[in-house]
């Protein structure tokens, strides 16, 4: 029963990673200035780093739906997870305002409020954080219990 819950949730999280990267890519392709400002963290634009959090989503969303080991695949979801929280920490400790423009271009046409977008953004996160972590503590209890 939990291994296929844990499936359920892989699968669900390939299928956010995959749209969560159509989106930011179809929202470089615009041309809202916020896209061409520095990112706060990383000397690179907002377009840029949206680009590479694209590849980053649909590289282990590809991976969660075509790789065999299940543990591998938590894994990488914890190591994204990890990446996005440090992230996001990190925009907090340097006072960034608190407001993910993943969206750019895209939200002239579904206008999502700020604070809306900011709770999607943390309970996504939370999603990938209390998931991996949560399934890779019950592999690891599973493995204790039978060595």
């Known amino acids: 029963m ?3 819950i844990h499936d359920g949730y892989i699968y ?3 299928v956010i990673l995959f749209v969560t990267a159509l989106v930011k890519l ?5 041309n809202a200035p916020i896209l061409d ?8 634009s907002n377009r840029q780093v949206f ?3 694209s590849a980053l989503e649909l590289g282990l969303s590809a991976f969660l739906f075509l790789g065999k080991e299940r543990g591998a695949k938590t894994a990488c979801i914890a190591w994204l997870a990890s990446i996005y929280l440090i992230y ?3 925009l907090w400790w340097a006072g960034a305002p608190n407001l993910c423009h993943c969206l750019g271009n895209l939200n002239a046409r579904f206008p999502i409020s700020p604070p809306a977008l900011e709770r999607i953004v943390w309970a996504l996160l939370g999603w990938l954080v209390v998931g991996s972590l949560g399934f890779s503590v019950l592999q690891w209890f599973r493995d204790r ?3």
């Open 2 to 4: 939990i291994k296929r």
């Open 12 to 14: 669900l999280t390939a």
């Open 26 to 30: 179809s929202s470089t392709t615009g």
């Open 37 to 44: 400002w520095l990112d706060p963290l990383l000397p690179f």
């Open 51 to 53: 680009i590479m959090g």
């Open 88 to 90: 996001r920490l990190g």
């Open 145 to 147: 219990k039978t060595t």
